[in-house]
């Protein structure tokens, strides 16, 4: 099979053929149709996140078919599903009997310990795949799987917030500004400074205000998400918000907060983190998306064209979310 090989960090991925995967027990082999590009995939390839499995196939937002493999118990062949970040826990853990296995001791990773979909096949644990909504193509599903679903989980974190500041308004924060619309939540939308680009796409899904990241909004938020990787927006969205407003950190990997004054903390605000999703985030998102219905914009990149794709990621020109088409 085709695929994309990242053989160390910090080297453009190398197109290669190699033997289609076997399923172990318990594994779906899935023929792979589209697979989205996240920055988490920018992080591991940049060597920001340790110790990956090498060579490596990048890719945890996979939208494919089952083709077979022990695991057709759960999914006849044929059937479209999606495979996430999360790929794998331990069950046994203290994090996994309570329910939050997004942070078990030994969980497993697509697309970072696991080979993910970058390729034209991937395995997959059955009882982590999902089922996916019909009226989606291929393409636009793919990014519900991560940007969806983990921006999703960033929502709940945020708490019952009426006003809902969104920092960095890339794959994901373009699904949740449609959710927190939908919950009758008003939405503020912060940018690279004068990203004018951005800020109209924003507004474009009912986003009411939408300006630079450095700006105050016109009135003050109850909780904000933050889906740049900057660590100097945790201030500046602090600020932003009320007593008792929550800052919820969303990406896997941030730069270093820098030092701020106890006032920012002050009145009950709190800041947290969003750690991976739990196999019930995606049930959840998955049957919210289409009562929405969330609408994905999406850029197509042939599987070969996978370094343009996240090139274009991390010089933030990618308006929505990145997508490899592997069927082109
Ligand atoms: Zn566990
Ligand atoms: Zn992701």
Not at 237 to 263: K, N, Q, W
Request: aromatic share 8%.
């Amino acid at each position: 099979m085709r695929a994309m090989l990242l053989d160390a960090p910090r080297r453009p991925l190398r197109a290669a053929d190699i033997p289609r995967p076997e399923p172990a027990p318990g594994q779906l082999l899935i023929a792979v149709r589209a697979c989205g590009v996240c920055r988490t995939d920018l992080h591991v390839a940049d060597g920001e996140l340790p110790d990956p499995k090498l060579p490596l196939i990048l890719g945890h937002e996979i939208v494919g078919t089952v083709a077979t493999g022990p695991g057709v118990e759960r999914f006849a062949p044929g059937t479209r599903v999606g495979v996430p970040w999360l790929g794998w826990t331990c069950g046994a853990c203290r994090f996994c009997r309570a329910g939050r296995e997004n942070l078990c001791d030994r969980a497993r990773f697509t697309g970072y310990q696991l080979d993910g979909g970058y390729a034209e096949y991937a395995v997959a644990d059955a009882r982590y795949v999902f089922a996916l909504p019909n009226g989606y193509s291929d393409l636009e599903a793919a990014p519900l799987l991560c940007a969806g679903l983990i921006g999703y989980r960033a929502l709940v974190a945020a708490g019952d917030a009426e006003r809902l500041g969104l920092y960095g308004f890339g794959a994901a924060a373009h699904v949740v500004a449609q959710v927190a619309r939908w919950q009758g939540r008003r939405v503020f939308a912060f940018t690279r400074p004068a990203d004018v680009t951005a800020q109209r796409f924003a507004r474009g899904l009912g986003v009411e205000w939408a300006g630079d990241a450095d700006a105050a909004p016109p009135e003050p938020l109850d909780a904000a998400i933050i889906f740049a990787p900057v660590g100097a927006l945790v201030p500046a969205a602090l600020r932003a918000v009320e007593r008792g407003g929550t800052v919820v950190c969303a990406g896997i990997h941030m730069s270093e907060i820098p030092a701020f004054p106890y006032d920012l903390l002050w009145g009950e605000r709190v800041v947290r983190s969003v750690a991976n999703l739990t196999r019930r985030d995606g049930e959840e998102f998955l049957a919210l998306a289409p009562k929405v219905p969330v609408r994905t914009r999406v850029e197509p990149y042939a599987l070969a064209r996978a370094n343009e794709a996240l090139d274009n990621l991390r010089t933030r020109q990618v308006s929505g979310a990145a997508v490899l088409d592997i069927t082109a």
